[in-house]
């Protein structure tokens, strides 16, 4: 089996900057689409940002120009470096790692447990 694991979340100021870390580990032969996911409070979980093996990356349009997606495939780990913070941006964000066991047929979801962000002066 494998998982995946999230780490930077925290407090921060309006304006401020946070870095979010997701590495996958365990049993894995390929990982394909890697991405960030939030959910606030009261509210239906929504993409923020994407990026396939090959690098091609996807964002939500209220994340476009302050938040960049990164990934190292050598260490199976993404980032989402996100800056200009905004109160709107607190939510707990979720990692997901598309991933093909080496018993697997097809590739399977993989969610970390979450880590909160909050943006609040």
């Known amino acids: 089996q494998a998982q995946v694991v999230e780490s930077g979340g925290g407090l921060v100021q309006p304006g401020g900057s946070l870095r979010l870390t997701c590495a996958a580990s365990g049993s894995i032969f390929s990982i394909r689409a890697m991405g960030w996911y939030r959910q606030a409070p009261g509210k239906q979980r929504e993409l923020v940002a994407t990026i396939t093996s090959g690098g091609s990356t996807n964002y939500a349009d209220s994340v476009k120009g302050r938040f960049t997606i990164s990934r190292d495939n050598a260490k199976n780990t993404v980032y989402l470096q996100m800056n200009s913070l905004k109160p709107e941006d607190t939510a707990v964000y979720y990692c997901?790692?598309?991933?093909?066991?080496?018993?697997?047929?097809?590739?399977?979801?993989?969610w970390g447990q979450g880590t909160q962000v909050t943006v609040s002066s």
């Open positions: 997901n790692a598309e991933i093909l066991g080496p018993k697997d047929y097809q590739f399977r979801d993989y």
